[in-house]
């Protein structure tokens, strides 16, 4: 599973931009597009494994999915996919083809993965509070 490799390279590289800032991390905040191939929970398992023994250890990792949108140099077409999928539901595919004439298409986004934004708990208390 290259989902480990991915939490990894991650946590190695905000380890030190987190230095300067106090405070505990609560959370950290990825954005995943839905063409990624990564399973969201595999992700989240690789970081509570990988964060151990660091300042992210108490953090939980919160995968946001970003949908697929597609542009169309032929018609100027730009949205949303359409998708593949079974009767059933259990699965939908993007199609990259473009749902007005059917031409190739380009992905505009749906293929990023990053870290949004991360949560810090404030453990110092407001002042002029009661005494």
Known sequence: MHEYAVVDELI???LPRLETIPGEVSAV?????????????????????LSRGTRLESARLVVESVAAVVGCAACSYEGASTYYGDEGGHFAIPVLA???????????????LYVDRVAIKDDVPPSGGVQ
């Open 98 to 112: 473009c749902p007005r004439c059917g031409a190739a298409v380009s992905v505009v986004c749906g293929r990023e």
């Open 29 to 49: 905040f990825v954005r995943k597009g839905e063409l990624r191939i990564l399973s969201d929970r595999a992700l989240e398992n690789a970081f509570e494994l």
């Open 12 to 14: 190695t590289s905000l």
